[in-house]
């Protein structure tokens, strides 16, 4: 990507074995056992929600984590931040801002502050203005939606009778230019070829766009509607999924764990090729996080909220199984790798067709915490629903590659957070 333009205008992990007695009636699952978390033990499952504070996991500073490469955690930049010193007053003779990063993917642009008047608003739009989104109220530190292309056109709209004022207005302080598609691409590949990527791709890449799965595969294409693309602190890709009838949405912790990282992240849904084998996309609905309810890092989950809930609320949700999946279970994983339209891994060469759980019990952060599988993922992938082809039911949270892949047994989570679903 060439160097931004601003105008006037119109891995692999190690795995080992360790028995640990603090762990061991929770993780017992063959028995079907759940253990009924501390942090529940209130009347009000809520309390700690309602208080503004966050709900960490049961288990957390109670085991001994396992050693994890946290640089190889499939966290990559598909982005860079610029900083800059613009701003769109009503003391400007000018009412727009045009913000470009030559073949940039999307751009970005973070408010350092926006004061306006009552009934007064700022637009940030395509230049074309297929894409548009409005802001109303004042905001401080917070990043606007992408646009998708590398122009964003920033427009201040003010009545007739406002007054001059410099003080009046957005100071835009720096701005997010998404790397081009094909560089994107290129990262992907050259991720895939690492020895043991953290997210992988085990013999070829079987997986495919949720489109070419329409009419073979309906019931399976529907269970990916509620799987969302992220895109964290504008530059950093991950996956999420609507979780229960709430508004509650499910991804990795380490993806992001605070309230403050979840409103700086965007949340697409409806991002999919429009048909199977075509290179365009549909405009996806944007909205952004909104509060982090609970979080663990031995199970790497982050139970989250969203702004503008209603807008989404069509596409539907998933719900977390009830038993533990069974060694050979057929499953799939709908997922947003390296960002793209929604693909679906649901078929594996390495077992002999289909995607199957290869152990029932896998190291994750902590001993026996997983599920493991050779479904295809990549970089982005993080936060994904691994579901059961027989009853369409999240049997773990994809995180972890290295051929066998895994995600965090979903029983687990459910024993510490299926109160608040």
Known sequence: MRRPRIGRGVGGRRRRRILLAATAGALALGAAAVVVPNAFAEDDPLAGVLDGSVLTGAVDGAVELLP?????????????????????????????????GPDAGYVKVHFER?????????????PDGAESYRYEESLIDQWATSITGDTAIVRLHKGPESVASSALGA?????????????VDDMAQERAAQARPEESI???????????????????????????????DGKVLCTAFRVGEDNRMLTNHHCFSETRQAEQTEVWFGYDCIAC???????????HGSKVLATSKPLDYTLFTLKDFERVEKFG???????APARGEAIYIPQHPA????EIAMHSSVDGGNCVVKHATYDGYI?????????????????????????HKVVALHHFGGCPNSGVNAQLIKAEIGRLI
């Open 171 to 183: 100071v835009i302080d720096k701005a997010a230019y998404g790397f081009a598609p094909e560089v």
């Open 367 to 391: 001993a026996g915490s997983d599920v493991s599988y050779f479904c295809d993922t990549e970089f982005g992938s993080s936060g994904s629903p691994v579901l059961s082809r027989n009853t």
């Open 202 to 232: 085990c013999g070829g890449d079987e997986k495919r766009a949720s489109a070419c799965y329409r009419t073979s595969y309906p019931d399976v294409v529907d269970r990916a509607r509620p799987v969302a693309r992220l895109l964290i």
């Open 339 to 342: 960002g793209r339209p929604t």
């Open 317 to 323: 949700y998933l719900e977390l199984a009830d038993e």
């Open 277 to 287: 084998g075509a290179n365009i996309a549909n405009i996806p609905v944007k909205v």
């Open 114 to 126: 926006l004061l306006l008047n009552a009934g007064d608003y700022v637009t940030v739009s395509s």
């Open 68 to 100: 994890v490469d946290e640089s190889l955690l499939g966290l990559i930049d598909v982005g860079e931040v610029t900083e800059l010193a613009e701003s769109l007053t009503y003391a400007d003779a000018s009412d727009t801002l045009k913000v470009s």
